[in-house]
Structures are given as structure tokens and as C-alpha cells.
């Protein structure tokens, strides 16, 4: 089977949970950015079909929405807080940290496909300020130091992907 | 029933919005997203006007507020006058070669402002209209794309769509010309995409693409979808239709003549 075929079957099959009704577009493109890590285009034009919802309007949601990535994300993402409390409490040098260490940009993913960099406004967490949240494991209290010890052990395979 | 607007009084019929009442009677209400064929946007605000009614005011988008009886509406308060202004400064900025907009910024004597940088390459104000348009009349072949500062017009992963059939509704409902559509050579361009041109059967003019045609001729059915007339471009249409129109009052002359 080719990977176009796959997709098209696999996302054919995730959405196929739903009915096919114009109100689930978002619940299905979310359960497929979780299943591929982003929106593969085969994806969307399987969707729009399944729904009878115009391709166009697929890509508008797609491209509106934070949460969905029109191309490959990391296995694991690297949610750098940078609300004010964690501003304040030195987000942008734990921010610095990581793009030394990983050589990557906010948005952009690394080559090896491990990790992708991205900032939020705040995740609620200003207690623990600053945060970072890598898939959906939070760490608080963070200096760049502590950051760098977390990412090695994502790099070294000790955690699993969640 | 009845509105006042600007103090004086018109004839209203349930249903109707505001603008329609304001129009029909040539007071004087601005608009960019409006337009009759398509209407309901209320993106571009222009049409804000205050509502005075159950003894509450409120500003609200005249192309969609519907009447109510005795309902006092002003068209040009100063709170209205001076939002009226600053939209329209800030519309230049967005799209600075639009004509519509300069002339209703000569209209409403409107200065430019100059501590803000205008948006040099851009045309579009985002109202959506052509959106409205492909939807009702193409086929849904463009949509807003993105969000924010990036929000744009355009077509599925931005390449030529297979659904567009080339009928340049968005680009003439569009109030600020901002949708680029080519015709060179018997052949038209639209969003990345080529078209044949077919030829009007009485004038010879190129008017419209097979596919917009062909559309159209699914959307009207068996009944209809086979007319002369809709290989005709909208000028020699007219004409026929004025033609009838002109033949058919001859036949009743002659019924008149007959009879008498």
C-alpha cells in the first residue's frame, strides 16, 4: 500500500467514529494531529469528503487553528511558558536554552523528528513558574540548567512518548 | 408599520433591515461588504448607525439590524460620523489603491493618517464577500485562510483549485478589486488557474468559462438548464429580454385594438 493509500484508509477510519456531520470537522482534524503529529494534506481531503464540507474550508480551520501543524511536529513538543508570571521569571533564557541545545526556532521541529519548540501565553501553572511542558508532562521551577537535564533524558530514550 | 430616520418618518415592512428602508428612500447609509445579490456580512461596519429603541440606544450594523415599529434610527451622530471616519482611515491603510475607499474618504472628508504605514501591496479589506459569493453562486473553491495579521484570502493549500470554474463572481462582487482576474487571448485567469472562454452566440464577445456554463446548467436543471439564452453574455441578454419585453406590449396594442 502506498503512504498516500494509508493515510487516506487510516484517516478514513479515524473519522468514520464520528457521523458525518459538518459539526465534527474539528474533533476529527484533532484526533488526526494526534494520531500523525500534523495534518497530512491526504488527510484533509479524505475529511472534507467523508463530511461533504468543501476542502478549502478544511485548510481555513486547519491553518486557523494553534493546535494543528500542516507539517510533520516532533514526537515530543516542547511547550515553553511565557506568560507574564513566567516571563518574569526568566522564560526567555530557559527559551534561549533550548534553541542552543536543539538548534531550533519556535515552530520549527528538529531534523531527527524528535522534538518541535513552541510558546504559549501561559498553561495556568504560574506557581510553578517558569514552566515547560513537553507532551503532556509539566515542569515547574525551571532554570536552564534543570531544562537541559529534562531533554537529556527525553534524547536518551528514558521517557516514553505519551 | 413605520421608522424614523433622522427624524423624519418612512413606511416599513416587517423583515425588512434598516439599510433597505435607508436606501429605498436615499438616505445616505456607506457600505463595502454590502451587497443586495448577497447580503448579511456586516464586516465592514461601515453602515454602523445608532438605534434608539424601547429606551435604549445602541450602534449597531444598519445591512442586518431588522425594523422595528417606531424605532428611531441616526444616521450621522457625532459618535457615528467620527467611527465612520476612523474605519474609513484605517481601510485606506489596508488597502491604499482603492478608489471606493478614496471616494468615501472625499465623502466624508476622511484625512489619510500618516503616523501609520500603509499596507503598499495589499488590496483586500477581508470582508469576505467573495467568500459569501463562492459559496452561493461557484463552488466553494476559496475560503479565509489563517488568522490574525495573516488572515488572507484563498484557495485550498493555496494552489489552483479543482473546484473553481473560473466565474469571476468573487472577483466582481469584490468592493475593492482586490481579486486579480486576467483575460488575454480567449482565455481567462483566476486564483492560479487558466480557463477556456466561450463566445456569446448573438455578439461573439468571449463572456464566460464551459465550467461556470456547465454549472450553471446543473444548479437550473432539466427545465431551464437548457435555455438559449444562457449562451448569451449579460449585455445581449438584456437585450433580448427588452426585445421580448418590447414585442409583447406590440401584442397588447394589438389585443387593445382588436377589442376596441
Redesign the interface.
Known amino acids: 500500500m502506498s503512504e498516500s493509500l494509508k493515510i487516506r484508509t487510516e484517516s478514513l477510519e479515524i473519522a468514520q467514529k464520528y457521523q458525518p456531520k459538518r459539526r465534527y470537522l474539528l474533533a476529527i482534524l484533532q484526533d488526526i494531529q494526534k494520531h500523525y503529529n500534523y495534518l497530512p ?1 491526504e488527510a ?1 481531503e479524505t475529511v472534507a469528503r467523508y463530511l461533504s464540507v ?7 480551520m486547519a ?2 487553528y494553534k493546535a494543528f501543524s500542516l507539517t510533520p511536529k516532533g514526537k515530543y513538543i516542547i511547550k515553553v511558558c511565557d506568560g507574564t508570571a513566567c516571563h518574569i521569571k526568566g522564560s526567555v533564557n530557559l527559551l534561549d536554552e533550548v534553541k542552543m541545545i536543539l538548534g531550533i526556532e519556535p515552530g520549527q521541529t528538529t531534523d531527527d523528528g524528535l522534538f518541535s519548540l513552541e510558546t504559549v501565553a501561559c498553561i495556568g501553572a504560574c506557581g510553578l513558574a517558569p514552566v515547560a511542558v513537553i507532551n503532556d508532562e509539566y515542569h515547574g521551577n525551571l532554570t536552564p540548567a534543570s531544562l537541559r537535564q529534562i531533554l537529556e533524558q527525553y534524547q536518551g530514550g528514558m521517557k516514553d512518548a505519551k | 408599520m413605520q421608522i424614523i430616520i433622522n427624524g423624519k418618518t418612512y413606511a416599513a415592512n416587517p423583515g425588512e433591515k434598516i439599510l433597505d428602508v435607508a436606501r429605498r428612500n436615499r438616505v445616505e447609509i456607506p457600505t463595502l461588504c454590502h451587497s443586495e445579490a448577497l447580503p448579511g456580512l456586516a464586516s465592514c461596519r461601515l453602515c454602523m448607525v445608532e438605534v434608539h429603541e424601547g429606551g435604549r440606544t445602541q450602534e449597531v450594523a444598519a445591512c442586518t439590524y431588522p425594523v422595528t415599529d417606531g424605532m428611531e434610527v441616526v444616521t450621522d451622530s457625532e459618535m457615528i460620523t467620527a467611527k465612520r471616519k476612523i474605519l474609513l482611515a484605517l481601510y485606506n491603510l489596508i488597502a491604499p489603491d482603492s478608489e471606493r475607499i478614496k471616494g468615501l474618504m472625499a465623502r466624508y472628508h476622511v484625512e489619510p493618517f500618516d503616523r501609520l504605514q500603509a499596507d503598499a501591496e495589499n488590496k483586500c479589506i477581508l470582508c469576505g464577500l467573495c467568500v459569501k459569493a463562492c459559496e452561493e453562486l461557484g ?9 490574525g495579521t495573516k488572515k488572507k484570502i ?4 493555496e494552489q489552483p ?1 479543482a ?1 473553481c470554474i473560473g466565474c469571476g463572481s468573487c472577483a466582481s462582487v469584490c468592493p475593492t478589486q482586490a481579486i486579480e482576474m486576467t483575460e488575454a487571448d480567449g482565455k481567462r485567469t483566476i486564483w492560479d488557474k487558466t480557463f477556456e472562454l466561450l463566445r456569446c452566440q448573438d455578439c461573439g464577445e468571449y463572456y464566460t468559462t464551459p465550467e461556470a456554463l456547465a454549472h450553471v446548467r446543473q444548479k437550473l436543471g432539466d427545465t431551464v438548464g437548457n435555455i438559449e439564452e444562457l449562451e448569451l453574455c449579460d449585455y445581449c441578454k438584456s437585450r433580448r429580454a427588452a426585445e421580448k419585453l418590447k414585442n409583447g406590449l406590440r401584442l397588447n396594442e394589438l389585443f387593445d385594438a382588436t377589442v376596441k
Open positions: 494534506a484533509m468543501p476542502l478549502v474550508k478544511v485548510y481555513g491553518t486557523f | 463552488t466553494n473553491a476559496i475560503s479565509t485562510l489563517f488568522r484563498g484557495t485550498a493549500f483549485a473546484e
